[in-house]
């Protein structure tokens, strides 16, 4: 029967079930992101409630294809926030070493878990100390 009510929706009507199901799918997905990134907050104290839901909303926006994952790609778009200064060649390198350093379980992709334990010295820290930061991880020698 359903296959049948299915054939006699309008072009319209089969387009709105469908956002609504992307809606539906996109509302449980920050649900489960929220629940884990919760959980995460019992094991990494450092983060206030505004961090752990800045966090939350930057891993949103920079896994484009909404996987639940941030896969080397998606990370390089990063660029702005972590090193506007340097050059894009030289951020590809940096990226790269920086994305295996954050895949700690070597799934080929961050996933919320990992991205929350390295929130705060992704994001919060001060200019300089991004700098420093970015020395002391990639070595790099000024």
């Not at 199901?21 to 450092?46: F, P, S, T």
């Not at 966090?55 to 896994?63: P, V, W």
């Not at 991205?115 to 992704?122: G, H, T």
């Amino acid at each position: 029967m359903k296959r049948l009510e299915g054939l006699s929706l309008t072009p319209a009507q089969k387009a709105d079930r469908n956002a609504a199901a992307i809606e539906q799918q996109v509302e449980e997905n920050r649900n489960a992101l929220v629940k884990k990134a919760q959980e995460l907050k019992a094991h990494h104290q450092n983060l206030r409630e505004d961090q752990l839901m800045d966090a939350i909303s930057l891993f949103e926006k920079y896994d484009v294809d909404g996987n639940g994952i941030i896969d080397a790609s998606e990370f390089i778009s990063l660029k702005p926030l972590l090193a506007p200064s340097v050059s894009q060649a030289l951020w590809r390198r940096l990226a790269e070493m920086h994305f295996h350093n954050l895949d700690q379980d070597g799934s080929g992709g961050i996933d919320i878990e990992e991205w929350c334990m390295s929130y705060l010295s992704m994001f919060t820290l001060e200019r300089e100390e991004v700098a420093i930061f970015l020395r002391k991880t990639f070595l790099i020698i000024r």
